[in-house]
Nanobody, 124 residues
Framework: VQLQASGGGLVQAGGSLRLSCAASGRTLSDYGTGWFRQAPGKEREFVAATSRSNGRTYYADSVKGRFTVSRDNAKNTVHLQMNNLKPENTAVYYC??????????????????WGQGTQVTVSS
């Protein structure tokens, strides 16, 4: 399976971006799908994930109410809509999939397929 992430860029604080993660070779809805980010000098951090078992999406507290995950099954693509962006959201954002159990959705080590990452830069 290949995951192609896109949609990153430079935006001012308060602005919005929509990231996309297109999958080929596998059906996304058959997997848990996650979004993670990594800022320079920091560990990879959970952003959001959708469970394969119950279809629910879970968010990090820091993005709850501002970020929204959606899925386009026809295009086998997952989106991360990011609103009211803050400078501290600056990072490389990654999408990932895996046969992830519910309790491990926030654990990046539970995912075994990763996109290449897309840079998000939020200026103050």
């Amino acid at each position: 399976v290949q995951l192609q992430a896109s949609g990153g860029g430079l935006v001012q604080a308060g602005g919005s971006l929509r990231l996309s993660c297109a999958a080929s070779g596998r059906t996304l809805s058959d997997y848990g799908t996650g979004w993670f980010r990594q800022a320079p000098g920091k560990e990879r951090e959970f952003v959001a994930a959708t469970s394969r078992s119950n279809g629910r999406t879970y968010y990090a507290d820091s993005v709850k109410g501002r970020f929204t995950v959606s899925r386009d099954n026809a295009k086998n693509t997952v989106h991360l809509q990011m609103n009211n962006l803050k400078p501290e959201n600056t990072a490389v954002y990654y999408c990932a999939i895996g046969r992830v159990i519910l309790s491990s959705l926030r654990d990046y080590e539970a995912y075994n397929q990763w996109g290449q990452g897309t840079q998000v830069t939020v200026s103050s």
